[in-house]
């Protein structure tokens, strides 16, 4: 299965994806994603300070607004485009 960073706050949507067989790390900082296939944030402080440059080569996907089973469905859409 995938290789899934994910924020620590969002426990529900990281709990859902290990339950799916994905691996799961823990994004505290940048060098966290290094060697994710996908990235899930919690949105909340998404680009403060407007920088432009991305360290990610997968996909990040912005939970914010929606449910587990939502974040968890646009997951598996991208691990299938890539």
Do not use: P, W, Y
Not at 41 to 64: P, R
Request: charged letters at 20%; proline letters at 0%; glycine letters at 8%.
């Amino acid at each position: 299965m995938a290789k899934i960073g994910v924020e620590e706050t969002l426990t529900d949507i990281r709990q859902q994806l290990q339950n799916q067989g994905h691996e799961i790390v823990d994004l505290r900082q940048e060098q966290d994603s290094n060697g994710c296939d996908c990235c899930v944030i919690s949105g909340q402080d998404q680009n403060m300070m407007n920088i432009q440059n991305t360290a990610l080569q997968g996909s990040v996907i912005n939970a914010h607004g929606f449910n587990s089973n939502e974040v968890c469905d646009q997951v598996e859409q991208k691990l299938a485009q890539q």
